[in-house]
């Protein structure tokens, strides 16, 4: 007979964990920061398909336009809008441990 043995799972609350262990994590902190440049994101990507779908008359908007309006928005504005939060708290948490 074989005996399994249960592996026991400890749950930790996010209230426990330490600053330290939640930078390693990666925890994105969103506020209105955040979520303004990502929208200005998704307008400049819709606008970037929308270009690319006209393009057939224009050869400036189908070919140049479209094609840095969506390296704008995917290249740019989207890693700004994850990463412009992760900076701010890191440079807050250096001041408040330096003094």
């Keep these: 007979m074989e005996k399994t043995q249960k592996k026991s799972k400890r749950v930790v609350g996010r209230g426990a ?3 330290q262990a939640e930078d390693e994590l990666g925890s994105v902190h969103i506020d209105r920061r955040n979520v303004t440049i990502m929208i200005l ?9 929308v270009s690319l779908a006209l393009g057939g008359k224009s050869e400036f908007l ?4 479209s094609a ?3 390296v704008i928005g995917y290249l740019v504005l989207v890693p700004w809008a994850i990463l412009t939060g992760r900076a701010r708290r890191r440079s807050r948490r250096e001041t408040r441990s330096g003094s």
């Design 41 to 49: 994101a998704l307008v400049t990507i819709g606008l970037g398909f």
């Design 68 to 70: 840095v309006l969506l």
């Design 17 to 19: 964990l330490s600053q």
């Design 62 to 65: 189908g070919t140049k336009a």
